[in-house]
Structures are given as structure tokens and as C-alpha cells.
């Protein structure tokens, strides 16, 4: 039998299948009812698999109140409608476990996207690196609070003197025979029992504990990254996993360290100071199209271009965050704010969005203020024109 080509989809039998059979994101936004989605992932490619452990067997905290505030409740109206590419696209790097880098203009929606599939295949929280000029990897990795392990174990130090007379436990910085002779930057008073309580997982690193079902990650607005972060983020979405050096240099004497985690209140237990995870997170990085990325780092994505939203998708999004309005009304609303993106660039939605909330809320603004203030509610996002 011939290899079944993209546009006829078949059966091992020959039988025609549904063309979005293979889709395991479908766009909606709501948690799939014939099973969590998570399930229905297939292995990963050969390629793309991790042996990291021991697993975390505790699911993923959920956040059910954030995926309300921003795609609206679960059983409201659907958010957006996907387009087929955007289908394709997020099923294909669900599939492949690869990045997916989604650019398009401010305002659309695209780390909406992120929650939109954590939310229907049931990931839990989404966890969200926002990126600045100053971001480094580290930062999206771990953070070590050195000074203020070397002070807790100074104040330690000096309560123990107060009540022995002596302090115990050697001295702060002293060599521990580990660090090549150069002074350690752990304070012998406490020991190295509670260094975990110093160091925090930042949202990549905790991305990439090692679990059997994958957490959803955004990496918002990489445009605005230093080029050096966007080839060291290359290594990481290779490998798949991270060191820790101060719990590395001292895996012999304590080889686990619990640690904080970027979820609230959460833990994580560290083994020989590395991280690797076992299923690799679903990734969105946000783009404004601002910056060429590299092609060593697209070659290691997927790419995904979403247009601004059109009449249909504007509805959905006012009709999944607001109480039904008044159609005709509404419908006026909606126009008026693509003829002004048309003319004047590009709007965001959430503009869109605050305009009707005042224009319905009980207590809005009067008909004769209301011309000036849509005029300020849907100024221009680059920063051209906002004087008029």
C-alpha cells in the first residue's frame, strides 16, 4: 500500500479518517471530556526523550481562577476560534516536544495561547517567564540567595555565642576542601543541611523537574532578550536539563536538597545538584516580531504567525469575558475598532475589551464623554500617533 499523502488521510485499512483525528489540541480552551490530555500524548520522538528522575508523582498545582481572568469560565463561550494552521502547528510541537515560538502584533493574543492548552489538556499552571533586556538563563533557572544564607548563619552564630559562649561549627567562609582553595561561599556555622531553603527555581527550572506529564511554560516577549540569552537557551531545550553548582560541589555530603520551586509554596527535591526532566514542557515563547531570532535557535522551534483577530474572533473573545450585550450595538463596536486598526494600526483586543465593559456597565461614562475617551481607549500600541 502507498504511503498516505497529508491531504488524504487514511486508515491502516485504507479507509479516509478524519483529517483533525490526529489533533490532541483543538483550540477550544476547555478540558477535554473523553480523557485529560496529557494522555493522550504520544511518545516523544527517539530523539526527543528524557530520562530524568526520580518522578515527581504530585500533578501539577492548578490555577483555575487565572485560566478564568484570562480566557474566561470553562463552560462559557470558546475564548477564540483556532485557525487550522494554528492546529496544526501546536499538535505538531505537542508531538515533535518542541518549543513553539508565536509572533504576531501586541494585543492578539499569544501567550493566551500558552493557557489555552494547558487548560484543555489539563497541565496546570502555566508557569510564565516575562523577559527583559537584563534577563539571563540563569535567572529562568535557579537563584542562590548567598547573603542571606551567610547572614541567617552570622545571626545563628551570634545567638549560640550568646547563650555557650563560644561559637560552634567553624567559621563563616572558611575553605571547605571542595572549592580549590578558594573561600566558600557557604557558611560553615549552619552546615549545608538547609542550603535548599537559599535557592528558588525560576519558572524554566521548574519547568524541567522531572515528571511524567509535561508542564506548560510561557516565555513571554523574547524579543526583548540579550542575543546572549537566546543561544544559551539553546543548550537547555537540547539537553533538557540544568546544573546546580553550589548543590553539585556538594553532592557527596548531601546528595538531595529540597528547594523552592516558582509555583506558590511549592518544593522540590533536588538530586546531585541536576535537574533533567523526564517529559519535556510544552513551551510557547511570545514574539512581537520586533528582532530576527537566530536560525540556530528557529531550526529548534516551530514558528507560528498568528494575523490580528477578525470581526468573528473580536466577538468571541467579548462574548467569553462579558455578559451577553446588545448584538446590534456590540456589532457597531466591533467595526468602528477594526476600521480604526485598519487606519491607524494595529489594536490590541483587550482595548477593544475595556471599551465595551465601561459601554456596558451600569454605572459607564455618559454619551457626551464617550467619543473622547474611545479616542484614548484605542490609541495606538507603537507608540506613533498618540498625541492625536
Known amino acids: ?45 527517539p530523539w526527543r526523550r528524557f530520562s530524568g528522575g526520580p518522578l515527581i508523582e504530585e500533578p501539577a498545582p492548578q490555577d483555575e481562577a487565572e485560566f478564568t ?66 534577563s539571563t538563563l540563569k535567572e529562568g533557572l535557579y537563584a542562590y540567595d548567598a547573603i542571606g544564607r551567610v547572614q ?19 567559621t563563616i567562609g572558611e575553605t571547605d576542601g571542595e572549592t580549590d582553595g578558594k573561600p566558600s561561599a557557604e557558611p560553615v556555622a549552619d552546615g549545608p543541611h538547609n542550603i535548599g531553603d537559599y535557592i528558588q527555581l525560576g519558572p524554566l527550572g521548574t519547568a524541567l523537574l522531572p515528571r511524567s506529564v509535561p508542564r506548560a511554560l510561557l516565555i513571554d516577549e523574547i524579543d526583548k ?35 523552592h520551586t516558582d509555583d506558590p509554596d511549592g518544593t522540590a527535591v533536588v538530586h546531585h545538584g541536576m535537574v533533567r526532566c523526564a517529559a519535556f514542557p510544552v513551551v510557547v515563547i511570545t514574539s512581537n516580531g520586533e528582532r530576527v531570532l537566530p536560525p540556530a535557535f528557529l531550526r529548534r522551534c516551530l514558528y507560528l504567525e498568528l494575523p490580528p483577530p477578525d470581526a468573528d474572533q473580536l466577538a468571541a473573545v467579548l462574548s467569553a469575558h462579558l455578559a451577553d450585550g446588545d448584538d446590534e450595538h456590540r456589532a457597531v463596536m466591533i467595526r468602528d475598532f477594526l476600521a480604526r486598526s485598519r487606519t491607524s494600526g494595529t489594536l490590541a483586543a ?6 465595551e465593559f465601561l459601554r456596558t456597565a451600569p454605572s459607564g461614562p455618559d454619551q457626551d464623554s464617550w467619543s473622547e475617551l474611545l479616542h484614548a481607549l484605542w490609541r495606538r500600541l507603537d507608540g506613533a500617533g498618540t498625541g492625536g
Not at 11 to 38: F, K, L, N, Q, S
Open 69 to 134: 481572568r484570562r480566557l474566561g469560565p470553562a463552560d462559557g463561550p470558546v475564548p477564540r476560534t483556532a485557525s487550522t494552521q494554528e492546529k496544526d502547528l501546536v499538535n505538531a510541537a505537542l508531538m515533535l516536544r518542541r518549543p513553539l515560538i508565536v509572533a504576531g502584533p501586541p494585543g492578539i493574543g499569544k501567550s493566551s495561547l500558552a493557557h489555552l492548552i494547558s487548560r484543555e489538556l489539563g497541565l496546570g499552571r502555566v508557569l510564565r517567564w516575562n523577559i527583559t533586556s537584563r
Open 225 to 259: 532578550a540579550d542575543v546572549d540569552l537566546v543561544g544559551d537557551l539553546l543548550s537547555v531545550f537540547e539537553e533538557g536539563e540544568y546544573r546546580i553548582p553550589e548543590l553539585a560541589r556538594m553532592r557527596a555530603r548531601m546528595p538531595d536538597a529540597e528547594v
Open 1 to 45: 500500500m502507498a504511503d498516505r499523502g497529508l491531504h488524504d488521510p487514511a486508515a491502516a485499512d485504507g479507509t479516509v479518517v478524519d483529517p483533525g483525528a490526529w489533533h490532541i489540541y483543538r483550540g477550544t480552551g476547555r478540558p477535554r471530556e473523553d480523557a485529560p490530555g496529557a494522555d493522550l500524548l504520544p511518545p516523544p520522538p
Open 152 to 170: 541567617e548563619a552570622a545571626a545563628r552564630g551570634a545567638l549560640l555565642g550568646a547563650a555557650t559562649g563560644a561559637l560552634s561549627g567553624g
Open 350 to 355: 483587550d482595548q477593544l475589551l475595556s471599551s
